[in-house]
Each structure stands twice: as C-alpha cells, then as structure tokens.
C-alpha cells in the first residue's frame, strides 16, 4: 500500500555519529550494513516504498549522504544548524516541507540511523496518521520506538522545538495513538560497529 500525499516522510540524517567514531573519519550512515548498502540508504528505501514523498535534511559536508539519498528520489535539504541538535533537523524539515504542494498535513519522522525497521510498521504508523492520529508511534512490549508520526494538529509545537530531545516533549506531554508491532527494529539503531551485523 502506497499512502498518498498529503503526508510527507522525514529522513533526520544530519547527526554526526560520534559514538560510531569519535575520530570523526567514517561516517556511521554510509557504513554498509553486513557488507551490503548503507544505513542511510536502506532506511531510506524503506521509508520511499510507504511514503511517496521523502525530505532527508542532511548537515553541512556530509560525506555523501544527501547525494546518496538524492539518488534514491528524496529531497535533501541541507540544515545549517543541525550540529546544534536533533530540534534543528526537524524543524528545518517541517519548514523545507510546507513549501511542498499539495502541503502536508501529517509528517512520519524515521531517523537515519535505524536502518531496522520493518515496513509493515510504517504502514501501519502512516495509517494510523491517515486515521486522525495527532500522534502515532510503534509500541512493542510496553516499550515505544520510532519513527513516530504527527499530524497537522502539532505542525506548530514542532516548528518551536529547540535542543537535542527533538519532539520527546510532545510524546511525554500530548496524547499519543500507540501502534501495537512486532517489530524489534523500532529499538534498534547503529551506536557502534557491532552494530552493523547485528551483534
């Protein structure tokens, strides 16, 4: 099932992975995912086959990410501030997004470095969004994961975030439509090289 548009996705690739390389020489989201495409991409191409609009917001001198993903058919868009936090990303891409036509009126929030995550869960986020949800996120276990999706009801809150905690505020403060899954990849995100077998 393809959603249509309105809704638009958002890839946040613009982190800096210091914990993958504190040296800062390999970039986390171009490592190959046991030695097959790279993290940015593989979460990417999940994300284009539900959504058929994608704004990857990248950071300044990325590597290559934002030509990789541009390859792929999102709109990449570069964030100045993005090294002043997760908030920057975001807002930046909700702006870059309201100058699409038609506008969006819900947007699914995938980060970059969650390469996991089984489409089945974003299917289901992007119809819980299409069903009225303010707020949609996948829950296995008890346990809430990402992405998480937002409607149109929150389009302000999330152009005034600030800092690192991105929208934590909004899903601690607001109601939330929880998306029950059986999708351990909703937790899992590459912090470290071990990371990228699966180990």
């Known amino acids: 099932m393809i959603v249509p548009a309105p809704l638009v996705g958002i890839l946040l690739a613009a982190g800096r992975g210091?914990?993958?390389?504190?040296?800062?020489?390999?970039n986390k989201l171009l490592q190959p995912l046991a030695g097959l495409e790279p993290v940015v991409v593989a979460g990417a191409r999940k994300l284009l086959a539900v959504v058929p609009r994608v704004v990857a917001v990248v950071a300044p001198?990325?590597?290559?990410v934002g030509e990789r993903l541009a390859a792929l058919g999102c709109?990449?868009?570069?964030?100045?501030d993005a090294d002043s936090g997760m908030a920057?990303?975001?807002?930046h891409a909700i702006?870059?997004?309201?100058?699409?036509?038609?506008?969006?009126?819900?947007?699914?929030?995938?980060?970059?470095?969650?390469?996991?995550?089984?489409?089945?869960?974003?299917?289901?986020?992007?119809?819980?969004?299409?069903?009225?949800?303010?707020?949609?996120?996948?829950?296995?276990?008890?346990?809430?994961?990402?992405?998480v999706g937002f409607g149109a009801l929150h389009r302000d809150a999330l152009l005034a975030l600030r800092g690192d905690e991105g929208a934590r505020r909004l899903l601690q403060t607001c109601p939330?439509?929880?998306?029950?899954?059986?999708?351990?990849?909703?937790?899992?995100?590459?912090?470290?090289p071990g990371d990228l077998t699966g180990r």
């Open 18 to 26: 210091r914990r993958f390389d504190p040296a800062g020489l390999r």
């Open 61 to 64: 001198g990325d590597g290559g």
């Open 75 to 80: 709109d990449v868009t570069v964030c100045p």
């Open 88 to 91: 920057a990303s975001l807002t």
């Open 95 to 147: 702006r870059h997004s309201l100058a699409m036509a038609p506008q969006p009126q819900a947007w699914l929030v995938a980060l970059g470095d969650m390469p996991y995550v089984d489409p089945a869960t974003l299917r289901l986020l992007a119809d819980a969004l299409a069903a009225g949800a303010g707020i949609a996120a996948p829950v296995m276990a008890g346990r809430r994961g990402n992405p």
């Open 176 to 192: 939330v439509t929880e998306v029950l899954v059986h999708d351990p990849g909703i937790f899992r995100d590459i912090d470290t």
